[in-house]
């Protein structure tokens, strides 16, 4: 958490990949066509199989009705999204709980306190969230029925934490890293629904604050974040069914308080930044969750910290976040394939 700021919470998000790849017949003319061994042409099809990550073009589609960073997210499916606290343009903790899709968002309801530095997962149709900060950590998890537009405390964190990363698997959130006010957290958490308490399932290697996650391939991917002496490159893959945490690659540069959404084969680490407050990068890269090879996927129109960022068919939806400048954006734009 940064400091005592009135609370928050938010959630929220935009990128896309395509894949390359497909297979010839021989050629059949006259008797002049060249017939190729089923050997070559196995090993042709097998080269033409691999999927290359997308460069991704940022298009503006509409602004938020005010500027906003750092909420606690989740995609909804279909380009719908939940966006729920977060800091506002005077760094201050809101309370706003806002649902949009690609035309628009709209404030559905209000949290009890306002927060900051929470994330979110979506589990049987709710929201679920974890932790945060207002004028301390917090230790609630609360949900949020977009139909009914509840909220209710359904559980609490072993300890009190903001600055957490979390993605979900089938109907379980796990809850990365985070920050009890004293210590940077090395702890994996699974919550499912019903549960009163999350259990930990995984232990990393280094604490980790603001780390940028997601599951794909049936484990989840974390990338950069803060550990206890600077921002970090490691890439780590953690396996639900063995508990394991292995480190598969390496970022080319730190990167902390980015975003991370899977689209295809590839995770899409979007902006983030170094370890200076202003220090924010416009660089996108593509991340093989298997290897850990990292490869350009393209560039932002300014450098972006602390946005929201969902999936939205072959495209990511990218919402507010933190400029260089000190400027908070109010932009949802699309990351999606170039023309």
Same mark, same amino acid.
């Given at each position: 958490m940064r400091r005592p700021v #009135?609370?928050? %919470?938010?959630?929220?998000a935009a990128a896309a990949l395509a894949g390359c790849g497909g297979s010839a017949a021989a050629g059949t003319g006259g008797g002049t066509g060249h017939r190729r061994s089923a050997s070559h042409?196995?090993?042709?099809?097998?080269?033409?199989?691999?999927?290359?990550?997308? %460069? $991704? +073009?940022?298009?503006?589609?509409?602004?938020? &009705?005010?500027?906003?960073?750092?909420?606690?997210?989740? !995609?909804?499916?279909?380009?719908?999204?939940? $966006?729920?606290?977060?800091?506002?343009?005077?760094?201050?903790?809101?309370s706003e709980v806002y649902a949009g899709d690609t035309r628009h968002v709209a404030q559905v309801a209000t949290l009890g306190i306002a927060q900051h530095d929470a994330q979110a997962a979506l589990l049987g149709g709710k929201v679920y969230v974890f932790g945060g900060g207002s004028f301390s950590?917090?230790?609630?998890?609360?949900?949020?029925? #977009?139909?009914?537009?509840?909220l209710a405390t359904v559980g609490s964190l072993p300890v009190a934490q903001s600055d957490v990363a979390v993605s979900s698997i089938g109907n379980t959130a796990y809850v990365v890293g985070g920050y009890d006010g004293v210590n940077w957290r090395n702890t994996i958490l699974a919550y499912r629904p019903g549960?009163?308490? &999350?259990?930990t399932v995984?232990?990393? #290697?280094? *604490?980790?604050?603001?780390?940028?996650?997601?599951?794909?391939? @049936?484990?989840?991917?974390?990338? @950069? *974040?803060?550990?206890?002496?600077?921002?970090? +490159?490691?890439?780590? !893959? /953690?396996?639900?069914? !063995?508990?394991? %945490?292995?480190r598969v690659g390496t970022l080319p540069q730190p990167?902390?308080? *980015?975003?991370?959404?899977?689209?295809? =084969?590839?995770?899409?680490?979007? *902006?983030?930044?170094?370890?200076?407050?202003?220090? =924010?990068?416009?660089?996108? /890269?593509?991340?093989? #969750?298997?290897?850990?090879?990292?490869?350009?996927?393209?560039?932002? &129109?300014? @450098?972006l910290s602390d946005a929201?960022?969902? &999936?939205?068919?072959?495209?990511l939806l990218l919402i507010g976040g933190l400029e260089p400048s000190g400027t908070v954006s109010d932009s949802v734009a699309e990351l999606g394939p170039a023309a």
């Open positions: #009135p609370v928050l %919470v938010a959630l929220a042409e196995r090993r042709r099809i097998r080269a033409g199989a691999v999927a290359h990550p997308t %460069v $991704l +073009r940022y298009r503006r589609l509409y602004g938020l &009705p005010a500027p906003l960073r750092d909420p606690a997210y989740a !995609s909804q499916g279909r380009g719908r999204f939940v $966006l729920i606290g977060g800091l506002s343009a005077s760094d201050t903790s809101t950590e917090l230790d609630h998890i609360f949900s949020f029925d #977009p139909v009914s537009r509840v549960e009163t308490a &999350p259990k995984g232990t990393l #290697p280094v *604490g980790l604050r603001y780390a940028a996650v997601a599951a794909i391939g @049936g484990r989840v991917l974390i990338a @950069g *974040g803060s550990t206890p002496t600077a921002a970090s +490159r490691a890439i780590f !893959s /953690f396996d639900p069914s !063995s508990g394991r %945490v292995t990167v902390t308080h *980015g975003e991370l959404a899977p689209l295809g =084969q590839f995770a899409y680490l979007v *902006g983030g930044r170094g370890n200076g407050t202003s220090s =924010q990068t416009a660089r996108i /890269f593509a991340i093989a #969750p298997r290897t850990g090879k990292v490869t350009a996927a393209g560039r932002l &129109p300014v @450098g929201a960022l969902v &999936p939205e068919g072959r495209s």
